[in-house]
Nanobody
Framework: AVELVESGGGSVQSGGSLRLSCRYS????????LGWIRQIPGKERELAAT??????TFYDESVKGRFTISRDIRNTLSLQMNSLNPADTAMYYC????????????????????WGQGTQVTVSS
């Protein structure tokens, strides 16, 4: 069975940093793109960042230059978040998308088949 478990969320002041981690199992590494998808209260889930098996990355414009996504073959996905601001306050989900090509691209959150339970990030001003 596929399992994704996030950790590392919490509360931080504006300008601070957090690192999210996601341990995943039951997935064939080479066949899935992994992503961090966030849901701001009252809004739809939106893709923040995604990474292909080969390491190609895609970032939403709102996080580009501040967030860094990475993955390793020991089944861990990470998201380093710097220069956080209150607009980054959201539930962050780790998710996996099959049929991944060599280049990470934007795809809607509905294309992700497997999800973690989410970890809350709260940024205060």
């Amino acid at each position: 069975a596929v399992e994704l478990v996030e950790s590392g969320g919490g509360s931080v002041q504006s300008g601070g940093s957090l690192r999210l981690s996601c341990r995943y199992s039951g997935l064939t590494y080479s066949k899935y793109c992994l992503g961090w998808i966030r849901q701001i209260p009252g809004k739809e889930r939106e893709l923040a960042a995604t990474i292909s098996p080969g390491g190609s990355t895609f970032y939403d414009e709102s996080v580009k230059g501040r967030f860094t996504i990475s993955r390793d073959i020991r089944n861990t996905l990470s998201l380093q978040m710097n220069s956080l601001n209150p607009a980054d306050t959201a539930m962050y989900y780790c998710a996996a998308r099959p049929g991944c090509g060599p280049v990470a691209i934007f795809t809607p959150q509905s294309s992700y088949d497997f999800w973690g339970q989410g970890t809350q990030v709260t940024v205060s001003s």
